[in-house]
Each structure stands twice: as C-alpha cells, then as structure tokens.
C-alpha cells in the first residue's frame, strides 16, 4: 500500500461508495450537462461529458472521501463519442455569436486519463476545437498523476490548439499531507501537485488550484487555517489562480456518511468570508474564484439563513478587492454563534450536536 493511502480510510470509502453505486444502478441515466454565461465581451461554455468516470474514484482506493462525481458518470453505460462531439459543436455554434469564447470542458475525473477520456475522443474533440476562431481558452482539469506520466500528452494538445490558451485545473484541495491522507484519500502528497506545476509553468499552461474547505474531521477553525495555509502554499509554488470550494454534501461519499450522523457539517459563510479576507490581505492582485455550489442550502455552505445571501454578496465583493464594513455582528446574530464556535475548545463542541449550533441562542447575547 502506498504510503499516500490510509488504509482504513480508504476501505470506508470504497465500502461506502460501492454501496451506493450499487444501489443507483438500475435506473441510472447518463447525462450531458452544459452551461452558457455571456458577459460583455466573452461567452463562457461549460460542458460536462459522461464519459466512463475518474479511475481514482473507481479503484479500490474509493476515490477522494468527499467526492461524488463519480455517481453522474457513465460508468458501464458510455455515451457515444458522437453524441458528446455533437452537442460540444452545438454549444459552439449556437451561442454568443461574434464574442471569443472561454470554452470548459470537465469530464469529472482527469482530461488526460485514458481510461476515462479516450486518446480518440481527446483527438476529435481537438480538431473540432481548430475549426472554430471563436475559442479563446480551453480549460480542463487532471490529476498530478496524468500531468506526470503523460507530459507529452499535455504538450501535443498545447501545440495542437494553439493559439487557444490551456489551463489545466489541479484539485490539490489541501498542502497539508497528513489532510491529504487521513482526510481526503486524495492519494498523492503535495509534492506531487508541485512536481505537476513545474512542468506546466515551463510549457506556459495556466494553472488554476482547486481548494476545498472544510475537509472531514477536522474543525470548522482548523478548516480556516488549512484552506489559508493551502492558497498561500499554492500561489507560492506557482498556480496562476485557486478556486476556493466550500463542501457541498455529495451522496455516496465518506462525507456524505459523516453528515447523516450528525459528525459532519458543512463551513459557515462566515468561515469563507474570514478565509476571503485573509487571502485577499494577502495577495490584492492574484486571481481568486469562490463560486460555492448548493450554497445557503444544507448540504452547502451556509449560515442562520437570513443572513446567507448577504454574506455571499460580501464574500464576492471582498474577492473584487471592494471595502466592507466589518460590523458582521450588526448584520447578523448568527455572527456570534459562529464566532464562538471557532473560538471554542473541541471539547466543549464535542458536547454539541453540531447542527444544532446554527440554530443557537447566542451565548453573547
Ligand atoms: S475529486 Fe477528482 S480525483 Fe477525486 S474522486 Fe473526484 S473526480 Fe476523482
Ligand atoms: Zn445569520
């Protein structure tokens, strides 16, 4: 067993993952998933192809603990190669007409995993690329593994699509490798990650880090300091941008497990804003996304739910670099709850059913 791996935690996972696979695959059906943004002078596509699923998350390593992709993949049903090259040039044509466009394409897994994106797919998918001017930017997203072992992949795509700009998106989601193992079941370290962004910065690719906030077992003030520590980690090693992701409770995950019995919440708003600040005091010109998925819902990201879409705007706003008050408590009273979780010894927090924090009468109040 290597040593990335913790072997009790990936036995969970893989049991737990197994079970619910099994479980929706009767009435399973493979889906394409696009989204079309336009701004003033760029559209942005995202397409999500079905293709056969991250390898990862379908060994027996169970995939990454908070991870459920894997459930909309295809798996054993493949979507045929035309019908996904078919609906990419539809989303080519058909759209913001006359603007460049910002084209994404996610396969939930890794773009240069063979298993899941085929070299033939991967191919087609290129030469369709080269017959439109329009596309600006081709973003994907792999694992340091696929970077590793197939550089030269990765840099006959760069050549083959020039003069589109690649970005390759790496989910490091934590720099601290004890996280990385006994946390995630992410199966690499972050030496992996750094070895993997060498190589990109010297072919000129744009790298953007993926974040995760909060990672099982570990406190919500825990979550603040691995996700601060993590971006400043990355853009030191050299990632153009982070995607800072909040947990979004996905079904059929070791997450999703420690959720249901009461072991496992979600990061409050405020933790995001908090880290948001942080990184921004930091760094005022580098490149940050939080564009949280399910937020103000339970399974994501949220607060009392009076005050969410308040702090979301907050979170966005320090992100732009803009000023904010900073009398959080005038603007909600859950800011107190929150700030007397973090502030609390895990002891006292172990003796509370953690959902119930949210919806506690303040103890400052
Ligand atoms: S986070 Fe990425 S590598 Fe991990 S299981 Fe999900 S798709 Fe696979
Ligand atoms: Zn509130």
Redesign the pocket.
């Known amino acids: 067993m290597p040593s990335e791996i913790n072997p009790l935690l990936s036995f969970k996972v893989n049991d737990l993952r197994s079970e619910y696979l099994n479980l929706i695959e009767s009435d399973f059906q493979p889906k394409l998933w696009s989204n079309v943004e336009e701004t003033e002078t760029e559209c942005i596509i995202t397409i999500v192809i079905p293709t056969k699923g ?1 390898s ?2 379908l060994s027996e390593s169970g ?2 603990s908070v ?1 459920g ?2 459930n909309d993949s295809s798996r054993n049903q493949p979507i045929p190669s035309n019908r996904i090259l078919d609906r990419i040039e539809q989303l080519l044509t058909r759209n913001c007409q006359k603007k460049s466009i910002i084209l994404k394409i996610f396969n ?2 890794s773009f240069f995993d063979e298993e899941d994106v085929p070299q033939n797919l991967r191919l087609r998918i290129v030469k369709l690329l080269k017959e439109n001017e329009r596309i600006r930017k081709l973003a994907v997203e792999s ?1 340091p593994q696929y970077i590793l072992n197939n550089f030269n992949v990765i840099e006959q795509l760069k050549n083959q699509i020039d003069p589109i700009f690649l970005e390759i998106g790496i ?1 490091l989601e934590s720099s601290n490798n004890a996280i990385l193992r006994d946390c995630l079941n ?1 199966g690499f370290f972050v030496e992996d990650y750094e070895k993997s962004v060498q190589k990109l910065l010297s072919s000129g690719i744009r790298i953007k880090t993926y974040i995760f906030i909060k990672p099982p077992f570990l406190t919500e003030l825990e979550a603040i300091n691995d996700a601060i520590k993590t971006a400043q980690d990355a853009f030191r090693i050299g990632t153009d941008v982070i995607s800072l992701n909040p947990c979004n409770v996905q079904n059929g995950t070791l997450i999703h497990h420690l959720y249901r019995k009461d072991s496992y919440q979600p990061p409050w708003l405020w933790s995001i804003l908090f880290i948001v600040k942080s990184i921004r005091s930091l760094y005022p010109n580098l490149d940050i996304i939080c564009e949280p998925s399910a937020a103000g819902k339970h399974r994501g990201v949220h607060n009392c739910g009076k005050c969410d879409e308040t702090v979301l705007n907050l979170i966005q706003k320090v992100i732009k670099n803009e000023i904010i008050s900073e009398k959080y408590s005038e603007i909600c009273s859950c800011f107190t709850r929150w700030k007397f979780l973090v502030e609390s010894p895990i002891e006292v927090l172990r003796l509370r059913k953690l959902s119930k924090l949210r919806n506690l009468t303040p103890l400052n109040e």
């Open positions: 991250c990862w998350a995939g990454c991870c992709y894997v939930s897994g694992r989910g992410k």
